[in-house]
């Protein structure tokens, strides 16, 4: 069974930063592009980052470029996302999620629960 | 930027068919993927390349994408159907449409 766990939301000043990981479990995680979504309270979904297999090639959000860094860890079977410079904007839960495979266009066949992140003072 | 545009609500009766569009430009020549999300949940492929069911999606699920607009059908709805369901696409980016909050009454 495929499983995305995310971990390390919370609290955070303006201007600080937090690193979200994203344990992986039931699948080849060395294999698969992975993604991170976020939702701000009572919005939609909108699209932060995206990470391919072995962690070369990496593309944000502008809303993000320059302050969120994606990678990942296969030996670890984990994806991160580390988030400086915070704004009361980044407020949101933070999903991971699965790439579907090549042949099936870019979408997400996996999400994790998610993990909020709160930024205020 | 790419833009994909959704209705805020729509709503369908019990055992009806449901009609969710996603609309942007020349949506047609990319792939389509719909996602279904309950409140307190996280979002749940229901169809991806436009038309293809994950396993375990039922059957009532249908979906199509031509010219500039994508749709997502829910054949005989029933109240677990009960959702917001967003579209997505890829443009150098991944887009996703503001969401559709479907009503069973």
């Known amino acids: 069974e495929v499983q995305l766990v995310e971990s390390g939301g919370g609290l955070v000043q303006p201007g600080g930063s937090l690193r979200l990981s994203c344990a992986a479990s039931g699948f080849t995680f060395s294999t698969f592009w992975m993604h991170w979504v976020r939702q701000a309270p009572g919005k939609g979904l909108v699209w932060v980052s995206r990470?391919?297999?072995?962690?070369?090639?990496?593309i944000y959000a502008d809303s993000v470029k320059g302050r969120f860094t994606i990678s990942r860890d296969n030996a670890k079977n984990t994806l991160y996302l580390q988030m400086n410079s915070l704004r009361a904007e980044d407020t949101a839960v933070y999903y991971c999620?699965?790439?579907?495979?090549?042949?099936?266009?870019?979408?997400?066949?996996?999400w994790g629960q998610g993990t909020l992140v709160t930024v205020s003072s | 930027s790419y833009e994909l545009t959704q209705p805020p609500s729509v709503s369908v009766s019990p055992g009806q068919t449901a009609s969710i569009t996603c609309s942007g430009d020349?949506?047609?020549?990319?792939?389509a993927f719909w996602y279904q999300q309950k409140p307190g949940q996280s979002p749940v492929l229901v169809i991806y390349?436009?038309?293809k069911r994950p396993s375990g999606i039922p059957e009532r699920f249908s979906g199509s994408n031509s010219g500039n607009t994508a749709t997502l059908t829910i054949s005989g709805t029933q109240a677990i159907d009960e959702a917001d369901y967003y579209c997505?696409?890829?443009?150098?980016?991944?887009?996703f449409g503001g969401g559709t909050k479907l009503t069973v009454l």
């Open positions: 390349q436009d038309t």
């Open positions: 020349k949506l047609g020549d990319k792939y």
């Open positions: 990470i391919n297999s072995d962690g070369s090639s990496t």
């Open positions: 997505q696409a890829w443009d150098s980016s991944m887009i």
């Open positions: 999620a699965r790439e579907t495979i090549a042949a099936a266009g870019i979408g997400l066949d996996y």
